[in-house]
């Protein structure tokens, strides 16, 4: 049993939602009357074509009924960068702060207000419309954490266009494949980006990608826009000349405030229609092909902001910060479109925890105030080993609530979160949802959940979570099945981006009427919910979801790798790592050489999260006799745990004593 944490006054007192009755009651609204519950949220925004009553929700979540589809607020149009920006400072935030920008260097900082971001917001617009981009058109984003990222996007999203951020930790092989899969027709970048005392060069990581795009899946992308980002920051470790770490392209590369130059910052949106796709993200998916999430316009907007709302409780002057990397779907919903959905001001980082020392965050936090801090579990456990005293040396007073993302939360971080950085005042929300999910569905509420070290809680409004069994029976009151969803809520994802049948596929086909998450769930006695994870063969590196094929079909590129198989191992910061097996071809040599070589080629082509942990030698794979590789007994085999269970549907058991042996 574990303990049950309240809320403390100091975050009731200033909730809007300062009791559980009361969640409860707008939950069961929110379910009972979804269109009475949304369109009061909707009235907020300007709709240039207001939605017809009726018409606000429909849906089909039964393949066997038709296609899958989900649509809310069918026939209304509207623009999200007019409702973040222009409707805020019609409202009188035009000289609020949106976002203060802190650098990877501690000098280097700025900050920028809301009519300031409209400008520059039009500007590239106005750029993008003139350089051919129109309503529809596809827009790849390769970025470091400038303001320049959020420009781009919002600028995509006033026009109509597309936009497709690719985490700039991705490979040009990643990049490539994302760019030529979106048929992208144009890519922004950076010349490149301090992270730490290390030098990405993402222009050079753009250029292998524009030439593999072109040679390996015939897809031209006609224009590269650069920010000059490494000229205006200061350097934090060892730089050549920047001109010569990359080419320049004269046919497609052309800098950004080339094309920013005598720009109007006036710039007249496209009214979209409420599901014209916003932007599509692409996601790990679990046969290797990664899948292009696609995200509409009106549902996504009302969910972003109403989670953003709730969950962190945010009030007029509080000053948010949101971690993660705009690369992820966190930074778009919870970095980007939320926060200013809510004319919220929120601090942007470019650089890492460690830099220039462990408690950059502390000193981050109490630099500007911060009030509400949402972080990952992993930065949480790395911070962790640093001890307590970087933390307590901080003023972190003005913190309120803590939020965490991306994996289940160990009980001993939660505990040090709470207890240390938030000083047992503070309410954490743990906050479970996905790509495909647009924004938080199950979390606490800072006011009014109890809170647990691990659960994530309870659902928010709109979502109805249920749990299955294999045979797809529900699972009423306490027990731990599949979690799945029977309706949608604004923020699902739509399709995946030129697949509709694997969208049914991979989403809806395994339990019929139920939208499938992949991770498992506990319902408690106390209707806490527990994510435990992964069902289907992914994992989680730091917060990064990777499918094992993805990895094993990278492995088995190396000549002398026949065949491979990877399993995650629980891994102490990282959640959990990668632990692989190789079977090589005759003749060849294991030994360091191939390992290095091995964990290289992961690097390379997918990126450095998903660098292997351990590279074993495999004499053989334990499969069945119907040849499928049984990953339980190789996680069991990674762990050093002999406990292994039934062998008696292997093939050949002996393989399993002789993987013991050559574990490394
Ligand atoms: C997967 C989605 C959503 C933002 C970041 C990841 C895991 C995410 C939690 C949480 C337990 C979590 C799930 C999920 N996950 N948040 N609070 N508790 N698990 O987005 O890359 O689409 O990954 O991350 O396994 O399915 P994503």
Not at 406 to 429: D, H, M, Q, T
Not at 544 to 564: C, F
Request: with cysteine.
């Amino acid at each position: 049993m574990s303990r049950v944490y309240q809320p403390s006054d100091y975050v009731v007192e200033k909730s809007r939602l300062p009791s559980f009755e009361k969640y409860k009651e707008m939950h069961k609204k929110s379910l009972e009357d979804p269109e009475a519950f949304w369109s009061e949220i909707a009235k907020e925004f300007h709709w240039q074509t207001p939605c017809q009553p009726g018409k606000f929700v429909s849906y089909n979540f039964d393949i066997d009924k038709g296609d899958i589809f989900v649509k809310w607020l069918e026939g209304a149009t509207t623009n999200v960068c007019f409702n973040v920006l222009d409707r805020n400072i019609r409202n009188g935030h035009g000289d609020k702060i949106a976002y203060y920008w802190e650098g990877n260097h501690p000098d280097d900082y700025s900050r920028i207000t809301y009519k300031k971001l409209l400008d520059s917001v039009c500007m590239f617009a106005n750029a993008l419309r003139e350089n051919g981009v129109r309503k529809g058109d596809r827009v790849a984003i390769y970025m470091p954490m400038i303001m320049e990222t959020v420009i781009c996007m919002l600028g995509c999203a006033r026009i109509g266009a597309v936009h497709s951020v690719v985490f700039a930790g991705f490979s040009p092989d990643s990049l490539a494949e994302r760019m030529s899969d979106c048929k992208a027709k144009v890519l922004v970048t950076a010349d490149g980006a301090w992270r730490g005392e290390k030098l990405l060069v993402l222009k050079k990581t753009c250029d292998q990608a524009l030439e593999k795009a072109r040679t390996k899946h015939n897809h031209e992308v006609s224009l590269c826009i650069v920010v000059s980002h490494l000229g205006r920051v200061k350097p934090c470790g060892k730089m050549d000349d920047i001109k010569k770490l990359y080419d320049w392209n004269y046919n497609v590369d052309v800098w950004w405030h080339e094309i920013m130059e005598g720009q109007s910052p006036i710039c007249a949106p496209e009214w979209m229609n409420a599901e014209d796709p916003l932007f599509m993200l692409y996601t790990s998916g679990s046969t290797g092909k990664p899948k292009g999430v696609l995200h509409t316009i009106a549902g996504y907007m009302l969910y972003a902001t109403t989670t953003f709302r709730y969950v962190f409780d945010y009030r007029e002057k509080d000053i948010y910060w949101c971690t993660a990397d705009v690369g992820w779907i966190t930074g778009h919903t919870y970095v980007v479109y939320a926060p200013l959905a809510n004319a919220a001001t929120s601090l942007m980082f470019e650089g890492t925890p460690f830099y220039p020392d462990n408690d950059r965050y502390w000193s981050l936090v109490e630099k500007y105030k911060v009030t509400q801090f949402y972080t990952a579990p992993t930065a949480i456990r790395a911070l962790m080993k640093f001890g307590d005293e970087l933390v307590t040396k901080h003023n972190l007073k003005t913190l309120r609530v803590l939020g965490s993302v991306g994996e289940p939360i160990n009980p001993e971080a939660w505990l040090w979160f709470y207890n240390l950085v938030g000083n047992k005042r503070c309410s954490i929300v743990d906050t479970f949802w996905q790509t495909e999910t647009g924004g938080h569905v199950l979390t606490g509420l800072p006011g009014a959940s109890p809170m647990k070290p691990g659960a994530a809680g309870f659902p928010f409004f709109g979502v109805e979570p249920t749990l299955l069994d294999e045979s797809g029976k529900v699972i009423e009151g306490p027990g731990e099945g599949y979690l799945v969803f029977s309706r949608p809520w604004p923020g699902i994802m739509r399709t995946l981006f030129g697949d509709h049948a694997r969208y049914q596929k991979v989403y809806f086909s395994k339990f019929k009427g139920y939208y499938c998450t992949g991770d498992g769930a506990r319902r408690d006695e106390n209707g806490f919910l527990w994510v435990t994870g992964r069902i289907d063969d992914m994992l989680n590196v730091s917060g990064h979801l990777l499918s094992t094929s993805e990895v094993e079909g990278v492995l088995t590129e190396e000549h002398s790798v026949s065949e491979a198989a990877v399993v995650s191992k629980p891994h102490p910061v990282k959640g959990e790592s990668l632990y692989c097996f190789v079977i090589l071809n005759e003749g060849v040599q294991f030994g360091p050489e191939l390992i290095d070589a091995l964990k290289k080629r992961v690097r390379n082509r997918i990126g450095a999260f998903a660098a292997p942990d351990v590279i074993q030698y495999a004499p053989g794979l334990p499969k069945t006799r119907s040849g499928k590789i049984m990953r339980r007994i190789l996680r069991k085999i990674a762990l050093g745990d002999t406990d292994i269970g039934d062998t008696s549907t292997l093939a050949d058991p002996s393989v399993v004593d002789e993987l013991f042996k050559s574990r490394p």
